[in-house]
């Protein structure tokens, strides 16, 4: 049996409703890092559901007109010399399946390098620009605002601004500075280079979209809940609030800014992580997602 | 072990504190006082600074001067803009603490702010 309509479907539902149900449901500013997992396990299911779906649609199975070659031959295109060749479809199964494979994987690198290099750029200015503190664990730059980010990677640095030194109490300016150590200690570059490669890969598809806008915010508040666990949720809040209020520009209305009040608000409202069966649940979801294309398309004993 | 970074950083450092355009032999004087390090060490790593387009330089009689492009002060807030992601190109490169808000949006987080202070109060 062609299991090839069974995965389009199921790849078509982890692709477009997937996405919708995640984005509804409540939990996933409770355990940020867990959504971000489901979001990536969704990825690679949908990744393998498409491989495993152009595999079956252009193996030929009962008779040589089944499957892809044979429905574009039955179409009156001609695929290679005369009747289709069960060589050529067989190739073309192998090969279809190979090319997203390597696409995916070629895009990923291609991000990661591509911000490597800007990091590392932008990485030796600041060496040369700013000052190191070893007692802060960051560079400092002089600017006149209050302000902080990161540059993950091998070589990593916090970068800092010395009003921000200046101006926020030492409990604020450690949760910060907690907060930036824990974009770099969870290589959270790589969570967004993957996000980034498969929505390079499938641009229009709503899961590409959703995990791409969604994917900073969460990775903030894993962030946020790092910098939590030694510091109190005031100091972060209020560190939070100075450095979006200086920074906020007269008149000016700036895309996606918002996210810092949803942070700012589940940082300072009561924050009940899921019940562990729930959040345990999820998770096996999460780590089975991506096996399921695989059980629909060889069923175990069957095949 | 110091790295070449950390010389090209002590050189730059002491470029913009004196501001003013300076000889490499000046510098070398100046490092000397705390270690010893060879000229040709210095002019080396000068010339890769001026190379790499952190150096403007000019004869004075037989020698060069050399002098930032840009202050430290114009430097550092073009690469914190670009760390925050103000620059037009965005790559997910740096990570950054907070976004830009609008003026609603900060007025909303005072809020906030204020209702979470007043149940700690309360």
């Known amino acids: 049996m062609n299991a090839a309509p ?7 539902a982890v692709g477009f409703v997937a996405p919708r149900l995640l984005l509804c449901a409540g939990w996933p500013y409770r355990a940020p890092a867990l959504a971000a997992a489901v979001w990536h396990a969704l990825m690679v299911s949908f990744s393998i559901g498409v491989a495993l779906a ?21 179409c009156g295109m001609r695929v290679g010399p005369g009747e289709p060749d069960p060589g050529a479809a067989h190739r073309l199964a192998v090969a279809l399946p190979a090319a997203i494979g390597i696409v995916l994987v070629s895009s990923f690198v291609f991000h990661v390098v591509r911000a490597r290099r800007t990091r590392t750029r932008h990485r030796e200015a600041v ?10 664990r960051a560079t400092v730059l002089p600017y006149g605002i209050p302000a902080a980010y990161c540059l993950p990677g091998r070589h990593a640095r916090v970068v800092i601004s ?8 030492s409990e604020q300016l450690n949760a910060v500075l907690e907060h930036e150590q824990g974009h770099i200690a969870g290589r959270h570059h790589l969570v967004l280079a993957a996000g980034e490669a498969f929505h390079s890969v499938f641009r229009l598809l709503p899961l590409a979209r959703h995990a791409r806008e969604r994917m900073p915010l969460l990775l903030e508040m894993v962030a946020d809940d790092r910098a939590l666990r030694r510091h109190s949720s005031e100091a972060l809040a209020t560190a939070m609030y100075e450095m979006a209020a200086a920074r906020t520009p007269k008149g000016a209305f700036a895309a996606g800014g918002h996210t810092v009040l949803i942070r700012l608000k589940r940082v300072l409202g009561p924050r009940k992580a899921p019940h562990p069966a729930f959040w345990g649940s999820v998770a096996a979801i999460a780590a089975a997602v991506p096996l399921l294309p695989l059980l629909v398309a060889c069923p175990p004993g069957l095949s | 072990m110091r790295r070449l970074g950390d010389l090209e ?9 004196w501001n003013r355009p300076a000889t490499v032999r000046e510098v070398v004087d100046d490092i000397n006082k705390t270690r010893p390090i060879a000229y040709t060490t210095v002019m080396t790593v000068t010339n890769i600074l001026y190379n790499k387009g952190w150096l403007l330089r000019g004869k004075q009689g037989r020698a060069w001067l050399y002098s930032p492009v840009r202050s430290r002060e114009a430097y550092a807030a073009a690469l914190m803009e670009d760390g925050l992601g103000e620059s037009r190109d965005r790559p997910a490169a740096l990570v950054h603490f907070v976004e830009k808000m609008s003026e609603e949006e900060v007025a909303a987080l005072r809020k906030a702010l204020r209702n979470v202070g007043r149940q700690a109060k309360s």
Not at chain 1, 127 to 136: E, F, P, T
Not at chain 1, 162 to 169: G, P
């Open chain 1, 54 to 74: 152009a595999y079956n649609l252009a193996m030929p199975a009962e008779h040589l007109h089944a499957g892809l070659v044979g429905l574009l031959h039955s």
């Open chain 1, 6 to 12: 069974v995965l389009v479907g199921y790849t078509a």
């Open chain 1, 162 to 169: 010395d009003a921000a030194v200046r101006e926020l109490t």
């Open chain 2, 9 to 17: 950083a002590e050189i730059m450092d002491r470029l913009w504190t």
């Open chain 1, 127 to 136: 060496d040369l620009v700013g000052r190191h503190s070893a007692q802060l």
